[in-house]
């Protein structure tokens, strides 16, 4: 796996890289790294794929946006201006979880002449949801969200907090290597401030910035790229009983599809690197 950094949309992309042929643009979330792809960007390249795994906005070695955005659309406008800094042409495809979910959808429905189709895991559309997020389980499991919102969010962020997210989020899978590259992500309080500000801007509509209002618009839209949505049958951050795949379908795009992976919890490309990637491959190639 090659590392190299790019610019792109006024930032510094640090990011992975493997393989020859058409963008395949690998989006990570939280608390997570771009090394979240390592099993399936190997698999990208001997499908004819340049799989690209960018560290997002924030996450070290990407550098910290000035303007303090991270909103949907200052990711979804960090993916477009990436596509267009790698070299990336109509057959790109877009590949997002959790928060690289939401870039995904922003992007996709953006700049749809840029990628021929788009895989979304563990994060549905927001009005997929808006029916079932608010049931008590599923506060429970929300949380985090709104502990940071708060000021006592960086004092609670450190390694043992984010071991016990994903211990509750993919029960049963031993991430310590995850930990280890989020927290090389995460290691100064600017990065820690970074990853909570993304969920800051989603709350506060005060940290919108305007220079991102037009992606901000199409990452609620549905778009014309077809989808395919992969959700973990153990997912302990947002619960299964919330993301019915018959309940999503009508907020995707026509030609998509929704699909739960059993044995598996919201980090699924780790737990079950094999099933993920066979889903996937079979949905992206011709």
Request: glycine content about 8%; hydrophobic content about 45%.
């Amino acid at each position: 796996m090659d590392t190299a950094v790019v610019k792109a949309n006024g930032l510094e992309f640090g990011y992975l890289s493997i393989g020859d042929g058409p963008l395949a643009l690998c989006l990570h979330g939280f608390p997570d790294s771009a090394h979240t792809w390592r099993h399936l960007m190997p698999e990208l390249a001997a499908a004819g794929y340049r799989a690209v795994a960018p560290f997002m906005r924030g996450y070290a070695p990407t550098s910290i946006p000035p303007d303090g955005a991270y909103q949907s659309g200052a990711l979804a406008a960090d993916a477009v201006a990436l596509h267009e800094a790698l070299g990336g042409d109509s057959d790109a495809v877009i590949i997002g979880h959790d928060w690289g979910a939401f870039a995904t959808y922003g992007a996709a429905a953006f700049a749809p002449d840029r990628w021929r189709k788009a895989v979304t895991l563990a994060v549905p559309p927001v009005n997929a949801m808006m029916g079932t997020f608010f049931s008590y389980e599923q506060l429970k499991r929300s949380f985090y969200i709104f502990l940071f919102q708060t000021p006592l969010a960086e004092m609670a962020f450190d390694r043992s907090f984010v071991e016990g997210l994903w211990r509750d989020w993919s029960p049963g899978f031993d991430a310590a290597e995850e930990i280890d590259n989020v927290m090389d992500c995460l290691a100064t309080p600017d990065n820690i401030a970074a990853a909570i500000g993304y969920y800051r801007a989603m709350l506060d509509p005060t940290r919108l910035v305007n220079a991102y209002a037009a992606e901000q618009a199409s990452a609620s839209t549905t778009g014309e790229r077809p989808i395919l949505y992969l959700h973990g049958a153990q997912d302990g951050c947002l619960g299964a009983d919330v993301v019915d795949p018959s309940a999503v379908l009508p907020h995707l795009p026509p030609g998509s599809r929704a699909e739960i992976v059993p044995d598996a919890g919201h980090f699924l490309q780790l737990e079950r690197p094999a099933d993920v990637n066979r889903r996937i491959l079979d949905w992206l190639l011709p």
